[in-house]
């Protein structure tokens, strides 16, 4: 395994970042001992190195031939997890072992950066999935794809196919940095600042799958965008880069780092300084070797990139950052304005060349792999050769001619995808849940649905007074997958009390969100204590929050 050195510690206030008794197993302060099983598997063999024995070995042997640390562990540097036995309810999550849980399965993901699809790369997709993952295919918040029931031995099929037309799976999940979100309408949209698709491609050139970013204390996220509705939840991500203009500098971004949600949540916070376009890579790389180098190792809920942030504080965040790893100090920057617009790209909008994008929304994320591949062919006989995902579980078909716009959409209709959803769809999204995932509690995606549709009964005459979506995130465990804590309405999976018996439901968290056109800045919902709904209330309880917030909101809410 071939790891850079860290770059060596320049001040001693860079030293003084850990306790005196209990090292926090920083490379570049306390050495490269590992103290928790995970950094011991990590520094035995590079999680990138499992892919020859998958192909060479496992492919072959099947399931009862993998290695129990390459199962549990490296697999996920190739985006690879078993998924959860079928019938096992959420009370019993926490009961099992991590084994007892898992089936002889696979949930592949599909590394999308910046969500950016040929409808060629989506039949792919499209066709994989109906041959060899039991026609699963759902769209995560991070624009990737996700498929299930996917056996061992096909894999080495699947990234054969994948690679042929410049898809991967490479460091879709573990320690290292993941897919790179990036505005779903870079390059099309007549608002644009600026099209980040260089700075997403030289960063996903240069560095996915860079044996020095593999061993990554945990993941690391990235968000590019360059759009003024700031499309890319870039406050929850670990380094990410908004589009702004300098008054003397031009058009660039303002970076912003330590954000993410999970169990302890902390919004991102800027650095204050002004990235040019041609230093986004540079920045992001060093950025991304600071995690590596000086982030916290020894408890795995504490190694996100926030904790080291939070006792760093921005200051010496930058002080390290321009003096350490970059080649030259970075210029002070202005903040990014408030956004202008919503950033989930549902609807008709015009692009910069006079053709129109189409943005739509399937149910909570969920499509399959029949979808994908009538949605490419859909997107063609319309006139496009491009799709995009986006970071709100949605799609857009790009390239639209203005009069195949009507039939686009009622082509998406009849395949489930709606150009043209109720707020509440539109609003709404949900983790994977207690179907495929191993941590799960609760249902998910079934739950949000039928929330969707009575919501829709409900409430449906009363669209134009709410205004606008209200989000709904639905998580299956205490983990933040849907994102519960910048949601209107976020519900957290777990057991509840309800009727003295202890049941699956949802820990409730209310008023969260990231800034946009109606908030001013990102605010963390928070947790209603001992508000707890069962897991088929989601329905009754958001049409009481709704009904009450028409009834008592102040003029400007
Ligand atoms: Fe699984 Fe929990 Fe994440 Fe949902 S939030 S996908 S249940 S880990």
Redesign the pocket.
């Known amino acids: 395994m071939t790891i850079e050195q860290p770059t060596p510690i320049r001040g001693a206030r860079t030293r003084t970042t850990r306790t005196p008794t209990k090292p926090h197993g920083q490379w570049a302060v306390d050495g490269r001992e590992p103290l928790n099983a995970n950094e011991e598997f990590k520094l035995a063999d590079d999680g990138l190195n499992v892919r020859e024995r998958i192909e060479t070995i496992y492919a072959k042997g099947g399931f009862a031939s993998i290695d129990p640390t390459d199962l549990h562990g490296r697999f996920r540097w190739w985006g690879l997890y078993t998924q959860r036995k079928p019938g096992i309810d959420g009370g019993r999550t926490a009961q099992l072992e991590p084994h007892e849980l898992e089936d002889e399965y696979f949930m592949l993901r599909v590394r999308i950066d910046g969500g950016q699809l040929t409808t060629q790369q989506l039949r792919v997709i499209g066709e994989i999935s109906t041959e060899f993952a039991r026609d699963s295919a759902d769209l995560t918040d991070r624009q990737n794809v996700q498929l299930h029931w996917v056996q061992v031995e096909d894999v080495p099929e699947i990234w054969r196919r994948l690679e042929e037309v410049g898809l991967s799976t490479t460091e879709a999940c573990g320690d290292v940095p993941r897919v790179i979100l990036g505005s779903p309408v870079a390059g099309i949209a007549a608002d644009e600042i600026i099209d980040p698709t260089p700075q997403i491609q030289e960063i996903a050139d240069r560095f996915i799958g860079d044996a020095t970013l593999a061993n990554l204390p945990r993941k690391f996220k990235t968000a590019i965008t360059g759009h003024p509705s700031q499309d890319v939840v870039h406050e929850i991500n670990d380094c990410a880069f908004v589009a702004v203009e300098h008054p003397e500098l031009g058009i660039g971004y303002d970076l912003w780092v330590g954000g993410a949600l999970s169990v302890v949540p902390r919004l991102g916070e800027r650095l204050g300084v002004f990235v040019a376009p041609d230093r986004v890579a540079e920045v992001w790389h060093g950025v991304t070797r600071i995690f590596r180098d000086y982030g916290y190792r020894r408890l795995r809920n504490k190694a996100r990139l926030k904790f080291l942030l939070a006792d760093w504080g921005v200051e010496r965040f930058r002080e390290v950052l321009e003096t350490e790893y970059l080649d030259s100090p970075l210029p002070d920057g202005p903040a990014a304005p408030k956004p202008t617009s919503l950033g989930d790209h549902v609807g008709v909008h015009a692009q910069k060349d006079g053709r129109f994008f189409v943005g739509a929304a399937p149910l909570v994320g969920r499509v399959s792999g029949s979808t994908l591949t009538a949605l490419a062919d859909l997107a063609e006989v319309h006139g496009s050769q491009r799709v995009r995902t986006t970071p709100h579980q949605k799609l857009i078909v790009l390239d639209v001619p203005e009069p195949e716009v009507e039939n686009l959409i009622a082509g998406l209709d009849a395949i489930g995808l709606s150009a043209r959803p109720s707020l509440f769809r539109r609003g709404t999204i949900?983790?994977?849940?207690?179907e495929?995932?191993?941590?799960?509690?609760?249902e998910?995606k079934a739950n949000a649905a039928e929330a969707i549709t009575q919501l829709e009964q409900r409430l449906g005459e009363l669209e134009p007074e709410i205004g606008r979506p209200i989000t709904l995130h639905v998580?299956?465990?205490?983990?933040?997958?849907?994102r519960i804590q910048i949601a209107d309405i976020g519900l957290k999976?777990q057991l509840v009390s309800i009727d003295g018996e202890q049941v699956p439901g949802y820990q409730v968290h209310l008023g969260g969100g990231l800034a946009n056109v109606d908030r001013e800045e990102a605010g963390l919902g928070r947790t209603v204590r001992g508000l707890k709904v069962a897991a088929d209330g989601i329905a009754d309880y958001a049409e009481r929050v709704i009904r009450r917030y028409l009834a008592d909101r102040e003029l400007d809410e």
Do not use: D, E, M
């Not at 949900?430 to 207690?434: D, N, P, Q, S």
């Not at 495929?436 to 609760?442: E, N, Q, R, S, T």
């Open positions: 949900a983790c994977t849940g207690i495929y995932c191993k941590l799960a509690i609760v998910t998580n299956g465990c205490p983990n933040s997958c849907a999976g």
